[in-house]
């Protein structure tokens, strides 16, 4: 990144301007941003269904965000939040879909590693995947645009093995059997804040 000008060079040589507005900067900003030609589309992340109303529901609102990035797993399957995007053409993206890297500043080192869930393992058996990329393929094909994370060559190109095959109707509502609304990433210590998103059921 570039610090003087806040924006990232990509592979193609473009630039990117690197926009972050912390949690929460009211849609006119952003709508500057996207009428300055800053930004092509805009996007938020954590936001829960009220939030989301919330701009929805602003009078004069000139643009309406195209996706909400959130924690999205077997194990925290936003089901609810998903049906609710879709409602509205938001797409959702989907972060800590492998289960995050479990970094101990953000994640509880006694939680559940997704990655060894048995039934995530016997669908990986099955398909002869491996379990990540099961958990990928999951999202895929519930609409959810999916990240996943790596620094290891031989993962990255293990993830992108996404598009080559197909989980069954019966594996995905088994995988959807997995939910048990387990967030990973909880952000404890930004509860007291009032916009903090997690309190409410999604
Ligand atoms: N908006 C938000 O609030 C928010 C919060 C958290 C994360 N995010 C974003 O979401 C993205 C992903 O998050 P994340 O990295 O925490 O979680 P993640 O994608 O769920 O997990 C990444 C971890 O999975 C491992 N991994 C990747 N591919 C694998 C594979 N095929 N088999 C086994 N392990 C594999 C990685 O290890 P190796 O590197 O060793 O392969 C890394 O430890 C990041 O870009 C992050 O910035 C956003």
């Known amino acids: 990144m570039d610090p003087k000008y806040q924006r990232v060079e990509l592979n193609d040589g473009h ?9 929460y900067a009211p849609p006119e900003v952003m709508e500057k941003c996207k009428d ?10 954590n936001f829960n269904c009220r939030q989301l109303e919330m701009i929805l529901n602003k009078p004069g609102l000139k643009y309406k965000p195209v996706c909400n990035q959130v924690e999205c797993h077997p194990y925290l399957n936003q089901s609810k939040l998903l ?7 938001i797409v959702l993206v989907a972060h800590s879909a492998l289960g995050t890297q479990r970094h101990k500043l953000w994640v509880d080192p006694n939680s559940p590693v997704l990655l060894e869930d048995p039934v995530l393992c016997a669908l990986a058996k099955k398909h002869k995947q491996t379990p990540a990329l099961i958990a990928l393929r999951y999202q895929l094909q519930r609409g959810v ?19 080559e095959f197909q989980l069954t109707s019966e594996d995905m509502k088994v995988l959807d059997g997995l939910n048990r609304n387990y967030r990973y990433v909880v952000m404890d210590f930004l509860m007291d804040h009032p916009d903090y998103p997690f309190s409410d059921e999604y």
Do not use: H, W
């Open 36 to 45: 300055a030609g800053l930004a092509k589309s805009i996007g938020v992340s």
């Open 83 to 89: 049906d609710f995007c879709k409602s509205k053409d």
């Open 145 to 163: 645009v999916v990240l996943a994370k790596s620094y290891n060559e031989q993962r990255i190109r293990e993830n992108i093995q996404v598009f």
């Open 15 to 23: 630039f990117m301007p690197v926009l972050g507005f912390g949690t």
